[in-house]
């Protein structure tokens, strides 16, 4: 009971983030022809640490891997303080695991590296706050929805196809969603242009892995630094 209680929950919390992006989705031809003084549009991209958790993973043989983002960034003001914003690009996510060798007694006698590539087109959905004049300090917090677009696993100490793959999640779960939030700063640098940097952190509530998959589940997380530059569009 408490398990379909839980699922529940999830469910409920996902098809919010549906309803929220889908009226973004909508909202944005909108806000493209609206107000110009009010839209700015640039772009971002920056590196991180990204791991993926769950009941399967081994955390004494696996840690973070470093990866790596870039995009562009639509950013609409409805007021000097509050404004709507998505950062549409790609995002490397993944894991960095041991695989480890015992001889036939069960000492250790050594270990294998492997790296966990996942490489998403990630569109994120956030309300974004700002403070300050000249430089502007910034709080931002929604939703991202990705898609997987490759999967594979390197293995450097017996990489005989460098490009070998390895797709734990299945092609039925190539979608992935979660929740986005983080803050920054910005400041102006010439005209209507302004460079900005962000710390992000995306905690994915959807189990990526199939449900025939023996690593199920799997949830995705980051936590990126970004860096952009904008331009702000003004009235003539």
């Keep these: ?30 806000i493209i022809f609206g107000q110009a003084n009010s839209l700015e549009v640039g772009i971002c991209g920056g590196s991180g640490m990204r791991i993926l958790t769950g009941n399967s993973i081994d955390k004494n ?29 790609f995002e490397q996510k993944g894991i960095t695991d041991y695989i480890v060798f015992t001889d036939n007694v069960g000492n250790e006698i050594g270990h294998l590296k492997s790296q966990n590539n996942l490489n998403y087109i990630v569109l994120p959905v956030m309300g974004q ?8 300090f910034t ?22 196809n460098p490009e070998q793959k390895f797709d ?31 710390a992000r952190i995306n905690a994915g509530i959807f189990n990526i ?17 970004t860096m952009g530059i904008k331009y702000r569009f003004a009235r003539e």
Excluded: W
């Design 1 to 30: 009971m408490k398990t379909k209680t839980i699922n529940q929950h999830k469910i409920c919390i996902m098809k919010i983030i549906q309803l929220f992006l889908c009226f973004s989705f909508l909202l944005l031809p909108v």
């Design 61 to 89: 043989h696996s840690e973070p891997a470093v990866g790596y983002h870039i995009g562009g960034t639509i950013q609409y003001h409805f007021t000097e303080n509050f404004s709507l914003r998505t950062d549409p690009g």
């Design 129 to 136: 706050l700002c403070f300050g004049n000249r430089i502007a």
């Design 139 to 160: 709080l931002h917090a929604g939703a991202f929805a990705g898609y997987l677009i490759r999967n594979n696993l390197k293995m450097p100490a017996i990489e005989t």
């Design 168 to 198: 734990i999640t299945g092609s039925d779960k190539r979608f992935d969603m979660g929740l986005a939030g983080g803050f920054g700063c910005q400041f102006p640098v010439k005209d209507n242009f302004s460079i900005f940097l962000d």
């Design 209 to 225: 892995a199939s449900s025939s998959s023996l690593f199920e589940p799997i949830h995705t997380n980051s936590l990126n630094l």
